[in-house]
């Protein structure tokens, strides 16, 4: 006689709880936590475009840094469209050279440039001059992102520590941005792994004063283990006989493209200031 398979054993989709929704879609938890981690990875860990052989890429860390905070303060006290556009014709350029898709600079401006826009529509209707005054500004913000955002793309985080740490800026400030984009992660995989093990224990909805309650407590917890995690980290840093000095495998030396950059981005300057 041969035996006849239940139906049910021919699903491949895992069965879930009828009395609930668990398991169906993800919650805002669950979104919030994915969006947040896959955004802070990009920006932070991923490095295939400074990894580039780019004309940014080449420039000494000091010097790119340098010029392009530079740019910025510069950037900041235009205040017409015709100069923001040639800045901003001059960074799409770089970009291009530089081996970097306009597609992931324009990923990494546009949500500045929307909440610019939302936060500066009230000034519309306030002066008869309001729309010209918000579109300067927000078109000037939009140039300052774009500079800031080229150079983040085009820098290792290891050689942005270390320019910023040899153009004078404070140790305890470079040390906080270098535990940062270690250590963000780990507690973010902290707050996946509490609600993922919250999730397990659950069989049926929870209402919302419930859900607040245990993100608050969940806080608590990051925050206890955060400052548990730093006297550790120093204890061991101590103990291996860390001065605070980063060092990476980056020859800082001046060479004959990093005079020619200052004098391309002198020269901009320049042109711009004509216009």
């Not at 040390?175 to 270690?182: D, G, S, V």
């Not at 990051?222 to 980290?233: E, G, L, P, Q």
Request: glycine share 4%.
């Amino acid at each position: 006689m041969s035996a006849v398979i239940p139906s049910w054993l021919k699903e491949v989709a895992p069965a879930t709880c009828p009395c609930c929704e668990i398991g169906r879609t993800k919650g805002f938890i669950d979104k919030t936590l994915d969006k947040i981690t896959s955004f802070l990875k990009e920006i932070f860990v991923s490095e295939d475009f400074a990894m580039q052989d780019g004309i940014v890429q080449r420039i000494d860390s000091r010097i790119r840094i340098l010029t392009f905070f530079i740019l910025i303060f510069f950037a900041s006290f235009l205040k017409s469209f015709i100069p923001l556009l040639a800045i901003l014709s001059f960074i799409i350029l770089i970009t291009y050279m530089s081996h970097i898709p306009i597609s992931a600079l324009f990923k990494r401006t546009a949500p500045v440039i929307i909440f610019t826009g939302i936060i500066m529509l009230p000034s519309l209707f306030i002066t008869d001059a309001g729309i010209k005054t918000t579109s300067l500004f927000v078109f000037r913000v939009a140039v300052i992102v774009s500079i800031a955002a080229i150079l983040f793309l085009a820098t290792r985080k290891t050689d942005l520590l270390k320019g910023l740490s040899m153009l004078f800026v404070p140790q305890i400030f470079v040390m906080t941005l270098a535990f940062a984009f270690r250590y963000i992660f780990i507690f973010l995989k902290l707050a996946e792994n509490m609600h993922l093990a919250r999730k397990s224990r659950i069989i049926k909805k929870v209402n919302t004063k419930e859900s607040r309650a245990w993100t608050v407590s969940r806080l608590a917890v990051i925050f206890k283990r955060s400052a548990a995690m730093a006297d550790d980290v120093y204890l061991a840093l101590a103990s291996r006989g860390f001065t605070g000095e980063i060092k990476t495998m980056e020859n800082h030396e001046m060479q004959k493209r990093d005079y020619l950059w200052i004098g391309i981005v002198l020269f901009v300057m320049l042109i711009t200031i004509r216009l």
